[in-house]
């Protein structure tokens, strides 16, 4: 599912909101989300799961075309744990 198809679908449960509100909601619950991660804060939504940010330490890596070592910096890297819920759901319970 992309995110218009998930605004069309909250729009048709939903009539009585109008479609560019949908729109809003969505990219509001986005953009908070992505704000909280870049802020290194953790975010979790009870039975769907949890996103966090993880720390990548800088390393020596290796180019896969020439075989040389290359610098690889530190990087975060978001990181997702899902819920027992969505997890039950997965796996047919």
């Known amino acids: 599912m992309i995110r218009?198809?998930?605004?069309?679908k909250i729009a048709e449960e939903n009539p009585h909101l109008y479609q560019r509100d949908v729109?809003?909601?969505v990219s509001t619950i986005f953009d908070?989300?992505?704000?909280?991660?870049?802020g290194g804060n953790r975010v979790e939504l009870r039975g769907f799961g949890a996103f966090s940010?993880?720390?990548?330490d800088a390393r020596i890596g290796r180019n896969p075309r020439t075989?040389?070592?290359v610098q690889v910096?530190?990087?975060?890297?978001?990181?997702?744990?899902?819920?027992?819920?969505?997890r039950d759901r997965l796996n047919g319970g």
Request: a negative charge.
């Open 4 to 8: 218009s198809e998930l605004v069309e």
């Open 23 to 25: 729109e809003r909601i």
């Open 32 to 38: 908070e989300i992505i704000e909280a991660m870049a």
């Open 53 to 56: 940010v993880k720390k990548r």
């Open 67 to 69: 075989g040389e070592s």
């Open 73 to 86: 910096d530190e990087k975060h890297v978001p990181f997702f744990k899902t819920g027992k819920l969505l």
